[in-house]
Every structure is written in structure tokens, then in C-alpha cells.
């Protein structure tokens, strides 16, 4: 257990709750200031001194959980791991247990040497706490020290499953990973850590890792004019017997997209290295848009379209060269664009959600969208069984840019379509309106319809339905660069009130 200025944080922010919700004693001003200067004591190594300072603390607030844990972490210090263990019980009992009591408690049977009793500790907690992803990380851990390396990758998968934005699944994973024959999941994973934890050591480590596994695992044959890749072992490409259906594995997709990218390099220092990763961030892009559905690949594509690749890239590699990064950030054009980036990824913080988690086992867009049988819609029963489906999918398309060439996304159009013509519980009517008859607009207006009208539990969504759904389509348009009609144009330029006024006249003449 590491102790940072972010438990103090915590531990200030727990006071305050306590003292809201008043199911604890709060502490004076004095003793809050007494356990800020514990705090500090065991952070400087001073354990004992602070323990002094925390039992004085106990006797005037004896319930006080802030307290309770700030004492466990002492002991831990000190290596008294009896009392741990027994202070442990206590917490597990109070109102405010949290996952950490069972980490701590995991922990301490680990130090001990007690690893099988560790991970019934830990396991215990993720019955109270499911989603606490670090409890999942600490049997990986476990795992990984006892060499069964398999098991150690499952556990961090799980971590990600039911906590896809913490940082140590990935930081471990990526470190597993540069170690194997398929080092591409070590640079997937490796980012993701890198931007969960901007600005630590770990955050540091992932950065050289990255650099370091391009250098170790791409050969350039300037004589023969050849470049080996050895990114993955992953060559072979799968073919459902059935269904002729053909599928890439995500390794051996990102080789060949990285090869491609190669194409006239000789060499990848920092810069040029920044530079194959655009090319390959715009090929892969190209190459697997409506196959893949990698979040961390997504994002790059974004920083690229945004126009921040050469500070994000230089900023994400810059521990496997420093004084290339310090040499290319004297320039103050560098340091503008450093600038410039920064103030844009504070506003559009790259983030990993349970929908679309950056995961080994979840790389299929076909499988994340989950469309079911079309047969299986073929009248009113079975559309009432998918009507979630169909919002879910509707929603879907309207988050896409609109692409007539995906085949993918023709397919999800056609579903959503055939739904609607076959459910009985949404009645959709197409009216005239600024939206005009662009098939981008037409397709969002529907998508738009089928949403409100399942949000609101009614079969005709109504004037209130009609002109959410004009307005989502409009700008579901101009997001997408459709070219608008004058009249969209001016509806765009319009206040709230002057688009419901127009909308309503819309409604009453249809």
C-alpha cells in the first residue's frame, strides 16, 4: 500500500461527508490538524510517533473509520500485522467499509506469506464490492509472482471489465505483454496507462516501454531494402465454416497496417517514429473503420483529425529519448502546439467506459454491436422482444459519422428500418420538414424517433417528438458536413424559441 497526498485527500473529504450525513463524530480543528501531521510522520518515516498521535485520536472518537484505516496503514508501516489484521475485522464491520479494508487485509496475509488466505480475503470483498477492480488486481498480482502468467492476464482483463478507467490492469498488462510473442497488447495497453496516469513513474515506465518495443521489434535492411516486424506471432486468419465469415485477429491487423506505414522509413528515431505512428494511425483507420472497435485506436484517430498528433505522440514516447523530446520542445512553435494540446485533452479527457473498455477479448465492433437475427424481427411479437435492441442500435448510428460505403452500417440502417416497419408499438410518421430528404438526415430523423419514442414509453412521438427528432437530425447533418438546405441553414441560426414556433407550423400542416 502506497501512501500519497491523494489519501489525505480522501481522508479531508470523508470527514466532511461524516460530518453531513452526521453518523460520526466530526473532529475539532485541532485533532484534524493532529492527524494531518500522522499523516506526515508516517510519510517521512516516522511510523511509531503516528501511531501515538492516531490511538490518542481513537479514545475521543472511537467510530471515527478515517481514523481506524489511518492506523491499519501504520501498522502496516510497521509490520505489525496481528493488530492489522485484527483492526481489519473492525472496519469490515463499520457503515463506511469500503473495498480497501479487504485489500488491506489481503495484503497483510500476503506479506505474511498467507497468499492462499490473501485471495479468500480479496474475494470476500469483491461479494460486497463487485466492481473493485484493484481487488482483481491484487490476486493478479499474486498470480503473476507464483509464474502462472495465464491466470494473471484473466485477472487484470476482469479488472478492466468492472472498472475499465483504472490504470493498474493496464500498466501490468502492458508490462506482461512486452515480455511475450505479442508485444502489439503491451503498446495497446501501454497507452491506455500512460493516459489513466499522466504523471507518475508508471506513467513514465509505459512511455520508454512503448518506445523501446518499436525499437526492439522492427528491423530495418537498409541493403536489402526490407523491414521485419515481429509485433505478433499472430498469422493466421480465421473463417467461420458455416457462415464463410472471415476474421482478422487484431495482432495481425495492426502488423500489416504498421507495415504499410513503414514504407520508406530507414530508421525510427523519436521523430520519425512519430511519424510512421500517423501514417499508421490514418491507415488502420482506413483499413479497419467498420471492423475494429479498439477505443485507444479511436482516440488517436481523433488527436490526429484534431490536429495535435506531433505534440500527443512526442508527449506519449518522449522517456524513450529525452533530449530528442527536450531538443523538440525548444522550439517555440513546439511548445505552442504542447500547449495547444493540452488545453484541448483537458477538455476531452480520453476515459474507458464498461461499454467500450480497451480489452484483448472485446476488439470485434460486429460482436460489441450485438445485432440480433433478422428473422427474429420479423413481426410485431418479435419486435417487441428487441425493442431495446433497436434503441440501442439507433443510438448507435446517430454517435457515427454517416458512411454509405460501410457495410456495417448499411446493416444496422436496414435493421432499424425493418423494425420499425414491423412493430406495433411505434408509430412513425415522416413529415416535411428543414431536414428536406437527404438520406443522412432521413435515416438520423428515424433514429431519432424510434429513441424518444421508447425513452417515453409512447407509440406516436407526438409534435414534442417531432421536433427533437428535426433538430437531432439537423445537426447530425452538420456534424457530418451534409450539405444543408438554405432553410436548414436558417433554422440553425434561429433562438430555441424560433425553431419550436417554425417546427410547430411544420407539425399542424402534415
Known amino acids: ?18 460530518a453531513q450525513t452526521g453518523t460520526l463524530q466530526d473532529l475539532s480543528a485541532k485533532d484534524r490538524t493532529r492527524l494531518e501531521k500522522a499523516v506526515e510522520l508516517m510519510d517521512n518515516g516516522m511510523p511509531e510517533t503516528a501511531i501515538d498521535i492516531i490511538e490518542t485520536l481513537i479514545k475521543v472518537y472511537p467510530d471515527n473509520y478515517d481514523i481506524m484505516y489511518e492506523l491499519g496503514y501504520a501498522y502496516n508501516v510497521t509490520g505489525d500485522y496481528d493488530k492489522l489484521l485484527k483492526l481489519c475485522n ?15 487485509e ?19 470483498g469483491l461479494k460486497r464490492f463487485p466492481d473493485a477492480g484493484l481487488l482483481y488486481v491484487e490476486q493478479a498480482i499474486i498470480s503473476e509472482h507464483e509464474q502462472n502468467y495465464d491466470q494473471a492476464v484473466m485477472l487484470y482483463e ?13 500498466y501490468h498488462l502492458a508490462k506482461l505483454y512486452a515480455m511475450s510473442t505479442e508485444p502489439v497488447w503491451a503498446l495497446l495497453y501501454g497507452e491506455v496507462a500512460r493516459l489513466l496516469e499522466p504523471s507518475n513513474n508508471r506513467s513514465n515506465e509505459m512511455s520508454k516501454l512503448m518506445y523501446d518495443i518499436y525499437q526492439d521489434h522492427i528491423q530495418f535492411d537498409n541493403e536489402q531494402g526490407t523491414i521485419n516486424s515481429t509485433l505478433t506471432e499472430t498469422h493466421t486468419i480465421n473463417v467461420n465454416q458455416d457462415t464463410s465469415v472471415v476474421e482478422i485477429p487484431l495482432p495481425l491487423g495492426y502488423e500489416m497496417a ?55 505522440c512526442m508527449w506519449l514516447l518522449q522517456k524513450g529519448d529525452e533530449k530528442a523530446y527536450e531538443q523538440w520542445l525548444e522550439n517555440d512553435s513546439a511548445t505552442a502546439a504542447m500547449d495547444a494540446f493540452i488545453t484541448w485533452y483537458n477538455q476531452d479527457t480520453f476515459k474507458p467506459t464498461k461499454e467500450r473498455p480497451t480489452l484483448r477479448t472485446q476488439v470485434y465492433l460486429k460482436d460489441r454491436l450485438n445485432i440480433p437475427p433478422f428473422e427474429e424481427i420479423g413481426d410485431a411479437d418479435g419486435c417487441h422482444k428487441h425493442k431495446l435492441d433497436a434503441q440501442r442500435l439507433a443510438r448507435w448510428v446517430l454517435e457515427q459519422p454517416f458512411d454509405t460505403t460501410s457495410t456495417l452500417k448499411l446493416k444496422v440502417n436496414a435493421y432499424i428500418i425493418t423494425w ?55 445537426a447530425y447533418m452538420e456534424r457530418n458536413g451534409e450539405e444543408l438546405s438554405e432553410e436548414a441553414k436558417s433554422f440553425l441560426n434561429m433562438t430555441s424559441e424560433q425553431q419550436d414556433q417554425l417546427l410547430h407550423q411544420y407539425y399542424i400542416r402534415n
Not at 106 to 124: Q, S, V
Not at 158 to 170: G, T
Request: charged share 25%.
Open 1 to 18: 500500500m502506497k501512501h500519497t497526498l491523494l489519501t489525505l485527500v480522501m481522508l479531508l473529504s470523508a470527514l466532511v461527508l461524516t
Open 90 to 104: 473492525q472496519l469490515k464491520k463499520h457503515p463506511m467499509a469500503n473495498f480497501q479494508v479487504y485489500q488491506m
Open 106 to 124: 489481503g495484503n497483510t496475509l500476503d506479506y505474511m506469506g498467507k497468499r492462499k488466505e490473501a485471495i479468500k480475503a480479496y474475494n470476500e
Open 158 to 170: 476482469k479488472a478492466i471489465e468492472v472498472e475499465p478507467d483504472l490504470a493498474s490492469p493496464y
Open 258 to 312: 504498421m507495415l504499410r506505414s513503414l514504407a520508406g522509413a530507414t530508421s525510427l528515431d523519436l521523430k520519425n517514429l512519430v511519424e510512421v505512428k500517423r501514417r499508421f494511425t490514418e491507415e488502420f483507420h482506413e483499413m479497419y473503420k467498420d471492423y475494429y472497435d479498439v477505443p485507444i485506436l479511436d482516440f488517436d484517430y481523433k488527436v490526429f483529425k484534431n490536429g495535435y498528433w506531433e505534440p500527443y
Open 420 to 474: 420499425a416497419t414491423n412493430s406495433d408499438e411505434v408509430s412513425l410518421t415522416l413529415r416535411d420538414s428543414p431536414v428536406g430528404t437527404s438520406p443522412c438526415g432521413v435515416m438520423a430523423t428515424i433514429c431519432a424517433l424510434i429513441d424518444y419514442a421508447i425513452t417515453n414509453n409512447v407509440k406516436d412521438p407526438g409534435e414534442e417528438g417531432f421536433r427533437y427528432a428535426v433538430k437531432t437530425a439537423i
